[in-house]
Each structure stands twice: as C-alpha cells, then as structure tokens.
C-alpha cells in the first residue's frame, strides 16, 4: 500500500479490513494462534487441510524481511484445534513499530481466538543452560523501546492497563511440563525473558547486564506479542530454544546462522511438545 494512502488509514481501520478478509476466506475461525519464531517454520507443515495465505496477500499485514521466517499464515487444525499459525514473525528491527508488528496478532484476535501459543530462538543467559534447553517463559523483561498498547486505547480491544503479574498463564506451564515429562524431554525449564530490540547481538557488558536484572534467556521478539495477548484477553503459553549460552566473562562470537542451525535442530522436540500439548488446552 502506498505510504499516503496507509497514512490515511487508520490503524482500527486496518484492523477490521484484515479482519474481513479473513473471516471471508477461513471456514473456521482460529481458536488458537501459534507464532513460530527463527528455525521453528517447518512445525507449520503439522497442519491438517491447511489453507496458506501469504502475509503480502492480506491487506495492511507487514511483510517479514528475515530470510528464515516464511512470511505465510497458515490455517487449520492441528491437535484437534483450529489454530492460526503466524509461519515468521515480525521485529521491532526491521523498522517496524511495536503496534505494527502485533497488528497479525490483533487481527487473529479480533477472529476470536483465545489463546496465543509463541516460539522463538533465544541466548541462554542462565549458567545452568545449555544449546538445546527449551524453556517455558515464567515472566519476561521489555527492554524494547516501545509498548504496542503506546497511544489512544480501543476499549472492546481490551482495557487501557491491563494486568501481566501473571502474563504466561500457570496452568498452560504445569501441562507442557506435564507433558514433556510424558515425552522424555528433560531439557525443559522455565525461566525470565528478557526482549531487546536488535539487531545487533550483544556486548559482554549488555550481557553481564541484563542477566544481572534477573533475565535467563534473551530475544528479540515475543514479548510485544505477549502484551497485545493479554490485552486482549488471551491466555499464553511462551516457549524459546535456547541456541547458544552468553558467558560474558568469556564471550565467544555468536553468527546467527549459527543460531537457526540449534533452533531447527531442536524443531522436533518442540513439534513433539506442542502435538501433546495442543490437545490437551
């Protein structure tokens, strides 16, 4: 859309013209959205009758500009849900305002799907963590310079402070434990996310830092998604791959592809984690 016109265009507007597309073209509406993160795309082929939709096909979506994020809503059932599932994400990096980037989420909620299901790759923080952790968000620090809630509020979108003492909700943590204790996975813990914005990774002094603030595991994304979640009324289940551990005593250089190589690794206990757990929400 040309810059003028979006301008034009107001953001509830946009909202509600994504949303129509939608509604016309599912033959059901989600009830559960799942964000897949870095490396984590291929647990989108899950899907059964799965109806793909580009995100550059649906009017105002932002278009994802990182190679190993798909770019595709994919739409059906999984677990025995209808599920909506974001194949990439977007990042306050990439330009993109945090309102902007949770517009997917907003949209899908707006559908009326009631539970937010996100993965994502991250940096182990915690010295206990090793490459290959999967771990249950329990809390999360906003280290991005931006709130998605920033501006006027739409009062049927959600209230204008909404609560996060209790972001990730507690019973979804206690069944994927369950659950990964049934499957045999023993890497899984939980633990604080902290988001920064990126995209440059960081220092040995941001990393003393920000784990000195009480962060286990750091990213660039989820936690915007999280807020609009629960403003609008979602409950959360968060889960990140740990792909490397940040000793800032000793810091070794971390490539990105580095990064996705872990992740994609990982990919098969986390669609084993989310086939058990799905169908038990």
Known sequence: MPATEQSSTSYEQRVE?????????????????????????????????????????????????????????????????TVAVLQGRFHYYEGYSTRELTMPLRVLSRLGARTLVTTGSAGGLNTDYAPGTLMLLNDHLNFIPDNPLRGSNIEEW?????????????????????????????????????????PSLETPAETRHIRNCGADAVGMSMVPEVIVARHAGMRVLGLAVVANVNDPDNQQPILFEEIIRETEACGRRVQQLLQEVLPRL
């Open 158 to 198: 959600g209230e204008r402070f909404p609560d996060l003492s209790q972001a990730y909700d507690p019973e979804l943590r206690r069944l994927s434990r369950d659950c990964a204790r049934r499957l045999g996975i023993d890497r899984l813990r939980e633990g604080v996310y902290v988001a920064v914005a990126g």
């Open 17 to 81: 013209a994504a949303r129509q597309f939608l509604a016309a073209r599912l033959a059901e509406a989600p009830e559960l959205v799942l964000i897949l993160g870095s490396g984590l795309g291929a647990v989108a082929d899950l899907v059964e009758n799965p109806r793909v939709l580009p995100y550059g096909e649906i009017p105002h979506f932002p278009r994802s500009t990182v190679a190993s994020h798909a770019g595709n809503l994919v739409c059906g059932r999984l677990g025995g849900k």
